[in-house]
T-cell receptor, first 115, second 115 residues
Framework: DGGITQSPKYLFRKEGQNVTLSCEQN?????MYWYRQDPGQGLRLIYY???????QKGDIAEGYSVSREKKESFPLTVTSAQKNPTAFYLC??????????????FGQGTRLTVV | GENVEQHPSTLSVQEGDSAVIKCTYS??????FPWYKQELGKGPQLIID?????GEKKDQRIAVTLNKTAKHFSLHITETQPEDSAVYFC??????????????FGQGTILTVHP
């Protein structure tokens, strides 16, 4: 089945450690996105990539880094510089064939907890 | 940048009643307005979307209306059922090419449908 796969579902990290969240899509979408969700808030854009080997900062990029070496993959690294990393992280992709090329598909999320 | 405000934050209705959720946006260049449903611990799923060249769109029990002049759009759910209970998010995007997934989200509405 086509879709977006995020792993792991739950992730625990000690303070001061970097951690990488995985996002893979087999929808042949050009664009991929990372969002952060905090309780009682909407999703906020961290980084996005519209094409391989290129990406742009979103609204809350500080303390995060990404890479886009393959069309199918867009991993997110939460660095030790991120002051409050505990959150639910969602990956999305868009840019498929007409007529559904407007729809952004989301993965099932990774819940990161700093212990 | 874009700012999306969503109301109400919580909505409780009896099964069979209608539910209405309203959003306003600030960027007149936004042209794509999706609505997402999110169940606990899962990623958001698109339920309906509308583009700026359309004033209303309906899909069975769900409809969305858009007023470009006033910069607001609304989600209408008729004949609500307990399985409609979830968090609903509105979003806005300038769209175009691979940018449809670059979304600004509202804060979310927790909808509870009582049997």
């Amino acid at each position: 089945d086509g879709g977006i796969t995020q792993s792991p579902k739950y992730l625990f990290r000690k303070e001061g450690q970097n951690v990488t969240l995985s996002c893979e899509q087999n929808l042949n979408h050009d664009a991929m996105y990372w969002y952060r969700q905090d309780p009682g808030q909407g999703l906020r854009l961290i980084y996005y990539s519209q094409i391989v080997n290129d990406f742009q900062k979103g609204d809350i990029a500080e303390g995060y880094s990404v890479s886009r070496e393959k069309k199918e993959s867009f991993p997110l690294t939460v660095t030790s510089a991120q002051k409050n990393p505990t959150a639910f992280y969602l990956c999305a992709s868009s840019g498929g064939a007409l007529p559904r090329n407007t729809e952004a598909f989301f993965g099932q999320g990774t819940r990161l907890t700093v212990v | 940048g874009e700012n999306v405000e969503q109301h109400p934050s919580t909505l409780s209705v009896q099964e069979g009643d209608s539910a209405v959720i309203k959003c306003t946006y600030s960027d007149s260049a936004s042209n794509y307005f999706p609505w997402y449903k999110q169940e606990l611990g899962k990623g958001p799923q698109l339920i309906i979307d509308i583009r700026s060249n359309v004033g209303e769109k309906k899909d069975q029990r769900i409809a969305v209306t858009l007023n470009k002049t006033a910069k607001h759009f609304s989600l209408h759910i008729t004949e609500t059922q307990p399985e409609d209970s979830a968090v609903y998010f509105c979003a806005a995007s300038r769209g175009g090419g691979t940018s449809y997934g670059k979304l600004t989200f509202g804060q979310g509405t927790i909808l509870t449908v009582h049997p």
